[in-house]
Every structure is written in C-alpha cells, then in structure tokens.
C-alpha cells in the first residue's frame, strides 16, 4: 500500500468532481474502458474520486456520454509540483543540492560512542580511533574494521578485548577492560623487617625469618624486628626474605594552623564565546577568548549523539584579595585542616587515647595527640656485607 502511494505521487494523479446526468452509467464506461478510480464518494448526486494523469485524459468522452460534468478538485504529485515551481530554478536547485548533501551524509559516520570502559577514559579510546581513521565524517564503507580494532588494541593495553559496530551513521565502540591480577611476592634478595616507627611491641608474628624482639620490648626507629637470617639444624644459616605482622602502640603528634588572613582570588567579570561544531567543521560564533574554560553540548535524538554541538568557552577573570576570617571561621577551617591531615594519617591505625586542643591566638592552631596501634613494619633490604664481617 505504501510502495502504490509513492508511485501515485511520483507519476501525479488528480481528483476530481463529477455531476449531473447518470452516476451508474459513468462508472460502468470507466471501468469498461480501464480507467482506475479510488476514493470514490458518492453525496447528493455529486461523485468525487481520484484518477492516474493518464485516466483522466480518457474520463473526457466517457462524462459526455454518461451526461456527467467533470471538474478537477486538485492535483497531486510530483510531475504537477515540478509544473507549478517550473520558473523557480533556485528552489529546483536546492532542493537537488539538499538530496544529494542527505545522500552523502547517509553514507558518513555522525556519532561515535563508546561503551564498556570504567578505568580508561572514553576520550582516550577515541583519540587512539582517530588516528586509526575512525572519525567523524568519515565514510564507514572506507573503514577496514577488523585492522582497526587489531591495531587499536595494541595500542590500549588496558583492553582485553574491543569491537566496532557501524550502524547507519552511528558507530558504537565496545570495549572490555583487562582485569589485573593480583601482584606476587618476589623471593629475590633478602631482606630484614625494621621498626618503620618508634614504639612499644604489642604483637610480634613472624612468618619468615628470625623474631628478634619479644612482646612488650620497646624499640625505636630501625631496629631490628625480624631478621632474614635463618638458622638450620645443621648449624648454618641461610637468607631469605623476612616477613611477618609486628604490632606497636605508638605515640602521635598532629598540628594544624589557620591565620585569620588569608588570600584569595575574587571572580571580577566573565567573557564567553561559542563556536558551532558540525561534522568536522568547527565555527566560531563572535570573537574567541583565550585560555578558557570549555563545556561542550551536544544534540541527541532517541538515545543517539548527532554530529552538532555547541561549545561554549568561559574565561573568569580573577582579582588578588585578602579576606578577614571571623574567629568561628578561622576555627572551621583550622578544624577541616586538622580532620584531614587525621584521617590521611589514621587510616590504617586504631586510636586508644587522643586528646585535642585549639589555640586561638593569632588565628587558631589545632593540636592532637594520640596513643595508636598500628603496623610498624618495615622491609628493608639484607646488608649481606656488613654481615659478613
């Protein structure tokens, strides 16, 4: 039905009014004579219908021996839209130029997208596609897939694996992310385990090596707490790579400081320009500032990215400035400062015992002490030389 319609505008067909005379006799002589008629009403003894060009240049002598007088109602299709805009070359021509530029565009890539990455940036596996060729405006039929994707994942190796799928004017890159594995210990040279920290040994568990201090003892920084030098049964010693757990309560000292004064920049004025994206053409929209913060949009339609987009580009012009704190602010910001440097420092360490005090004078100074427990040890390689001796 739709391919019969598409055929009906593109040769013309009109409709047209019949009256008067004999209805009956007048559709029986159209049929007789194979003329094709649709859309046939019938009200108040007027008949309307719709004819190929050709049929109704044989309705003539068939109205004037039914009696009926035919008038057209309107034309339709494409031969009579020609016809009427006939003197109008310009909208002829680009109305042909707008074909062709939709033909060619059909054939190019609009959009590319990439789904499936986490740790590699979708910009990075775009900027690899590029150079292999893949990029907007290109034909897709002019694209060797199969090279490409070989080549692409040489050059990302952080991709297991990745596919090209080219669809209309969409290309859709799918990609799978290589999984690490976890890292192996490396029985290379050996190696002591010293204090990372002053202390007081609260768990010692060595897994490998010699155990050269007992629970309770206290050390200091780079002493020795499990030696990478190991007795046999037969008298001699042997090295290897020391490990184990060693648990120290330690003492820890935290200050922050927050001057009532500080400098900052102020935002004193904006310029913004905008530049136009289509395909591979960049326009640019007014004057263009420099050094400038840009934000790009782009036009999606049913879920896919089209090759238009508008970019907006900011420079902020800053000013130097000097901002008195309240005290209630100075103290904030003496606070956050002290909390992170606590928490950069304390991830990995249980708190038995803290005490904390401000000093508000000249600003504010946030100061902690604490009591922990946390991993001291610390591998550091074998002095084989000095052993030797």
Not at 283 to 312: F, H, W
Not at 343 to 351: I, P
Request: net charge positive; charged share 25%.
């Amino acid at each position: 039905m739709l391919l019969l319609r598409f055929l009906r505008f593109v040769f013309g067909y009109v409709g047209f009014t019949a009256q008067g005379g004999f209805p009956e006799r007048f559709i029986n002589l159209c049929r007789h004579n194979k003329i094709i008629l649709w859309e046939l009403k019938s009200r108040n003894g007027v008949i309307s219908a719709c004819v190929d060009r050709e049929g109704y240049k044989k309705i003539r002598p068939v109205a004037r021996k039914s009696g009926m007088r035919v008038r057209i109602r309107r034309k339709y299709g494409l031969p009579f839209f020609l016809a009427r805009h006939s003197r109008r070359v310009g909208v002829l021509i680009g109305a042909c130029l707008c074909a062709a530029v939709l033909l060619i565009l059909s054939t190019r890539i609009w959009s590319i997208d990439v789904i499936g990455n986490v740790r590699v940036p979708a910009e990075t596996v775009l900027g690899v596609f590029e150079e292999l060729g893949v990029r907007r405006g290109v034909a897709g039929s002019r694209i060797n897939i199969s090279a490409t994707e070989i080549e692409a994942l040489r050059r990302l190796p952080e991709l297991s694996w990745l596919n090209i799928n080219i669809s209309g004017s969409a290309a859709l890159i799918e990609v799978r992310e290589t999984v690490k594995s976890p890292e192996l210990a490396e029985n290379g040279e050996p190696t002591d385990i010293v204090a990372a920290r002053d202390g007081q040994i609260v768990i010692l568990r060595p897994f490998n090596g010699t155990q050269e201090q007992k629970i309770g003892n206290p050390v200091l920084k780079g002493d020795l707490l499990i030696s990478g030098i190991e007795q046999n049964k037969d008298l001699t010693v042997s090295f290897c790579k020391a490990s184990g757990y060693v648990v120290a309560r330690t003492n820890r000292e935290i200050t922050a400081a927050q001057s009532a004064k500080i400098k900052a920049k102020k935002a004193v004025s904006q310029n913004k320009s905008y530049v136009l994206d289509f395909l591979f053409f960049s326009i640019p929209l007014g004057r263009q500032v420099e050094d400038a913060y840009s934000e790009k949009s782009e036009l999606y339609i049913n879920g896919v990215t089209l090759p238009v987009g508008l970019t907006e580009r900011t420079q902020t012009v800053y000013e130097e400035t000097e901002i008195n704190l309240t005290q209630s602010q100075t103290r904030l910001l003496a606070q956050l400062r002290f909390f992170k440097n606590s928490s950069e420092d304390f991830r990995y360490l249980q708190v038995e015992q803290s005490e904390i005090t401000a000093d508000e004078q000249s600003g504010c100074t946030v100061s902690g002490k604490f009591t922990c427990l946390e991993n001291i040890g610390l591998e550091r390689p074998m002095q084989i030389e000095e052993i030797n001796q």
